[in-house]
């Protein structure tokens, strides 16, 4: 896609390259979208979603439960299945609001060294899903597939360097929520939202690759969406190798709105 047709006034001011190590893609991989949303937003915009679901983990145990459990939405359907999941109670490290509980992948926690990667199945094939990134680090993975093969994998140090390139970066560190305000400073948190343009997948693979957490919140799937690009007035455009900051003009009457683009294909 041209960065004409993702923006309606844009200028590249300067680029840096990315080493192609940094994403991981298989020959067929499908076309997304990622975008990160503002500092302090926990929950998907759901202007552009259709058919949303959303999962906030605070109606299950907390602990470890290898086997998971089956999203079912309010009406008795069933959205996914979780597998080898692990519960946490609200800290410094996770929970949306500061309250409820979340979703973490973390062998020093479980107690169970298999806890490095936490699946869910899908009962429906969708184009998008959003969560919040919490305690975020760059030993994270996480990995899109559609029967069984893998679309789209991404190491969550992509993330992390793009924060890092804005201008308002600290606002992306430390807890934002009231009970644990600014605590776990050196970590990232933030929403961040994939757009498979091309494509559907039916299962998404949690992977932790270190000795961290993956910690994430309000996980959010939609069968379809009717744009990747909200409200754009700085951007990121993300091709295979290189990385270019984009201004653009708003294209939605929101004050002072900044999200973050990488459009991969």
Same mark, same amino acid.
């Given at each position: 896609?041209?960065?004409?047709?993702?923006?309606?006034?844009?200028?590249?001011?300067?680029?840096?390259?990315?080493?192609?190590?940094?994403?991981?893609?298989?020959?067929?991989?499908?076309?997304? *979208?990622?975008? $990160?949303? /503002? !500092?302090?937003?926990?929950? #998907?915009?759901?202007? =552009?979603?259709?058919?949303?679901? +959303?999962? @906030?983990?605070?109606?299950?145990?907390?602990?470890?439960?290898?086997?998971?459990?089956?999203?079912?939405?309010?009406?008795?359907?069933?959205?996914?299945?979780?597998? *080898?999941?692990? $519960?946490? /109670? !609200?800290?410094?490290?996770? #929970?949306?609001?500061? =309250?409820?509980?979340?979703?973490? +992948?973390? @062998?020093?926690?479980?107690?169970?060294?298999?806890?490095?990667?936490?699946?869910?199945?899908?009962?429906?094939?969708?184009?998008?899903?959003?969560?919040?990134?919490?305690?975020?680090?760059?030993?994270?993975?996480?990995?899109?597939?559609?029967?069984?093969?893998?679309?789209?994998?991404?190491?969550?140090?992509?993330?992390?360097?793009?924060?890092?390139?804005?201008?308002?970066?600290?606002?992306?560190?430390?807890?934002?929520?009231?009970?644990?305000?600014?605590?776990?400073?050196?970590?990232?948190?933030?929403?961040?939202?994939?757009?498979?343009?091309?494509?559907?997948?039916?299962?998404?693979?949690?992977?932790?690759?270190?000795?961290?957490?993956?910690?994430?919140?309000?996980?959010?799937?939609?069968?379809?969406?009717?744009?990747?690009?909200?409200?754009?007035?700085?951007?990121?455009?993300?091709?295979?190798?290189?990385?270019?900051?984009?201004?653009?003009?708003?294209?939605?009457?929101?004050?002072?709105?900044?999200?973050?683009?990488?459009?991969?294909?």
């Amino acid at each position: 896609m041209k960065i004409a047709n993702l923006v309606s006034k844009a200028a590249i001011v300067s680029g840096v390259i990315l080493s192609a190590a940094i994403v991981s893609r298989p020959a067929m991989a499908a076309s997304f *979208t990622i975008t $990160i949303e /503002d !500092p302090g937003v926990m929950n #998907a915009n759901s202007s =552009n979603l259709s058919n949303r679901y +959303v999962q @906030t983990f605070d109606g299950q145990a907390t602990g470890f439960n290898e086997n998971g459990f089956k999203w079912i939405d309010s009406n008795g359907q069933t959205i996914g299945q979780y597998s *080898t999941v692990m $519960i946490q /109670d !609200p800290d410094q490290y996770g #929970a949306a609001g500061g =309250n409820g509980k979340y979703f973490d +992948v973390n @062998t020093g926690r479980s107690g169970n060294a298999n806890q490095t990667i936490a699946t869910l199945k899908l009962a429906n094939a969708q184009k998008y899903f959003g969560f919040w990134w919490s305690a975020g680090d760059s030993n994270n993975k996480l990995e899109f597939l559609s029967n069984g093969t893998s679309v789209y994998t991404m190491t969550t140090a992509d993330l992390v360097n793009q924060i890092n390139s804005l201008s308002n970066k600290e606002a992306y560190y430390g807890n934002p929520n009231s009970p644990f305000q600014d605590q776990n400073s050196g970590e990232a948190y933030a929403f961040i939202n994939f757009y498979n343009t091309d494509g559907t997948f039916d299962e998404i693979r949690f992977t932790n690759i270190g000795a961290t957490g993956f910690e994430s919140d309000n996980h959010t799937v939609a069968a379809n969406f009717t744009n990747t690009r909200a409200v754009p007035e700085s951007s990121f455009v993300l091709g295979i190798g290189s990385i270019a900051f984009v201004g653009a003009a708003s294209v939605m009457t929101r004050t002072k709105k900044k999200k973050t683009v990488f459009k991969l294909s």
